[in-house]
């Protein structure tokens, strides 16, 4: 099949890189460590899927075509991300008071995949892009996510194993403020390129 290498490249890519869902998982695992991130970690990988599965089957493209819920949901997700860049000032510091009191829960991780643009920017590409033209099409769905399903979860957990082996190391109050400074300056970076870049993941199909 000769989408099949171009589809495992951008699936490992798109999923390796940083981006809202790794770095939480990260941050997670140096606040909690690596058992009780799992379900964190499970709820991006079961939400990424059925994102991904629902933008294959054309709710994606209908998504996109209706501008009120595409804005919607820019404006949901930037909220959320403008959140969580809030809170990343803390999360890294694993002593601190002020970090999260709990990890994510595997239906709250699945939920923010919806709200994520990274996730949607993956899924859509994917479908638009990457589903061999067979019949039926189904079939090349199932493709697709299987391809996602045996890439993106060692990506993600890849990240979570990092943010568990530098639990340790970050116990320095000074070295965890400074790291979730940084990822906290990405997250706002994520927010902005939302709303400026012209690839926008989720904007009405009729904006340039």
């Known amino acids: ?14 999923s390796i890189t940083p981006g809202p869902n790794n770095l939480m998982l990260s941050a997670s695992g140096i606040a909690f460590g690596l058992k009780r991130t799992l379900p964190h970690m ?47 000032r803390t999360a890294f510091v694993p002593a ?4 999260p009191a709990r990890p994510l829960r595997l239906v ?8 994520n643009p990274k996730a949607w920017l993956m899924a859509l590409t994917a479908a638009s892009v990457f589903v061999p033209q067979i019949a039926p099409r189904w079939v090349g769905v199932l493709v697709v996510c299987g391809v ?14 990092l943010g568990v082996s530098l639990r ?24 902005v390129t939302l709303w400026v870049g012209g690839d926008s993941p989720i904007a009405p199909v009729a904006e340039p």
């Open 1 to 14: 099949m000769e989408t099949l290498l171009p589809l495992v490249s951008f699936a490992f890519a798109s």
């Open 42 to 88: 499970v709820g991006v990988f079961v939400g990424f899927l059925l994102l991904l599965f629902l933008c294959a089957i054309g709710v994606g493209a209908a998504v996109e075509a209706v501008p009120a819920v595409a804005l919607a949901m820019k404006v949901a997700g930037s909220v959320y991300l403008l959140y969580l860049a809030w809170s990343m």
């Open 96 to 99: 601190s008071a002020g970090s």
């Open 108 to 115: 709250e991780a699945a939920l923010f995949q919806f709200a």
């Open 148 to 161: 996602f399903a045996s890439v993106n979860l060692p990506c993600i957990g890849t990240w979570t194993i």
């Open 168 to 191: 340790r190391g970050l116990a320095l109050e000074r070295w965890g403020e400074y790291l979730g400074l940084v990822v906290g300056v990405l997250m706002l970076y994520a927010v």
